[in-house]
């Protein structure tokens, strides 16, 4: 039975009668913590009881939230989060910390393909392809319906009510000034298959409070692998649903090969829940050839249209939705061979990121077992200042990260 979720009213408050930083008003002691980055509160709460109260409360995220100190951060998921440990990633303070792993299901195995999205001090693990020994055959993957919630107050996942359709590879967007997240498409491709798998259309909707999925009109066709935002329309809020792929054809009578949606489609969120969807038609020229990479959104903090970007190996193109084109906005400074590329939005700058392995002359054969692989480098555009700049760190995972299956999920707290 999935667990009862606290409403935000719920969450812990700070206790008044505390003192924080003595000799300082609680008002002033409440300012100061504040304004620490949160890739530090971890060890900063081991400091007093009153500390890691305050650290741990709503009302330091409300503070954070009104003063506009929240952390830019990042979450990676490298592997399967039930046997590996998912990482946020504080790219300015270039500070990792780690998540607790999923609950396990000792049936099922190989998680991949899922969605994973942050909503207020919540991060959301949603869907999924995976294996199940209680199936068969056991060698072909199955669709998740499984939902999970990271408590960032409490630092525990929940287990929340399933979808109504199992799932992965989906579009997914929380919709704003409400306590709801709607999912679209979909279906049960696994990382270790390029290619086959299922195929839906099927469209729901979470409402947090009631911790319950509600069906919505289904998408128009089959569709997966797709992305999902929500823009501020001329009367009512849109739900685009962009990329991915439809049906599926084989060469040779043998070889499945995916056929590429060209276009995206678009509901109007009425009040109801309920809209219809419509389609903008091919997004490329007579001509042009389709372009299929990995599709970002950055949100207008004014409330205005988002700018929606491709990486197309090393180009980056905009998506201009009076025209329905892509258009060519700058190239990848640095080219790097042989990685697999990230591409991320954090804090409204794009992340190009690679995993470049190198070896540390430091250590010694005794100690390649806890050697870190490789450094993770990251080139930075902002997209108003159209300017580049350079990240380099090093990461704490064991193992070299493939950015072409690992679940990267922005959040800010």
Not at 128 to 136: E, H, I, K, M, T
Not at 218 to 239: I, N, S
Not at 286 to 307: H, L, M, Q, T, Y
Request: net charge positive; hydrophobic share 35%; with cysteine.
């Amino acid at each position: 039975m999935p667990s009862q979720l606290p409403s935000s009213s719920l969450l812990e408050e700070i206790d008044e009668t505390l003192i924080l930083i003595p000799g300082l008003p609680n008002d002033v002691g409440r300012h100061i913590l504040s304004l620490l980055p949160y890739s530090h509160h971890s060890r900063v709460k081991l400091t007093c009881k009153s500390w890691n109260l305050f650290l741990s409360s709503k009302t330091l995220f409300s503070l954070r939230r009104i003063h506009r100190r929240l952390s830019h951060l990042l979450c990676i998921f490298p592997q399967d989060p039930h046997i590996c440990s998912p990482f946020l990633f504080d790219p300015e303070n270039l500070a990792w910390r780690p998540l607790p792993p999923l609950p396990c299901n000792p049936f099922e195995y190989g998680l991949c393909n899922f969605n994973s999205i942050a909503l207020g001090p919540y991060l959301y693990v949603l869907g999924g392809s995976l294996f199940d020994a209680r199936s068969f055959p056991l060698d072909r993957p199955c669709s998740s319906s499984s939902a999970f919630r990271y408590n960032f107050l409490t630092l525990q996942w929940d287990r929340l009510a399933p979808m109504l359709s199992p799932r992965g590879s989906f579009a997914c967007a929380a919709l704003p000034g409400t306590d709801q997240i709607i999912v679209a498409g979909g279906g049960s491709r696994h990382t270790m298959f390029r290619a086959a798998g299922s195929r839906i259309c099927s469209v729901e909707r979470y409402d947090v409070g009631r911790d319950e999925w509600v069906a919505m009109n289904g998408l128009p066709g089959f569709r997966a692998g797709c992305v999902g935002f929500t823009v501020r329309g001329d009367k009512e809020e849109e739900f685009w649903v962009m990329g991915g792929y439809g049906e599926s054809r084989t060469v040779s009578g043998v070889f499945p090969m995916d056929e590429y949606c060209r276009d995206a489609v678009v509901m109007e969120l009425k009040e109801n829940g309920r809209g219809n969807w419509r389609r903008t038609g091919d997004m490329w020229g007579e001509g042009e050839r389709p372009r299929f990479g990995k599709i970002v959104v950055v949100d207008d903090e004014e409330g205005g249209r988002p700018s929606v970007f491709m990486l197309d190996n090393k180009y980056i193109l905009r998506y201009n939705m009076d025209t329905n084109r892509w258009l060519k906005e700058s190239r990848v400074p640095k080219d790097v061979y042989g990685s697999s590329l990230g591409f991320v939005v954090l804090n409204e700058e794009l992340h190009v990121m690679t995993l470049v392995n190198g070896v540390d002359s430091t250590e010694t054969r005794w100690s390649r077992r806890q050697k870190r692989v490789g450094t993770l480098f990251s080139q930075i555009y902002h997209s108003r200042k159209k300017t580049w700049r350079f990240l380099v760190t090093k990461p704490p995972f064991n193992e070299p990260l493939d950015f072409s299956t690992a679940i990267m999920c922005p959040i800010r707290l």
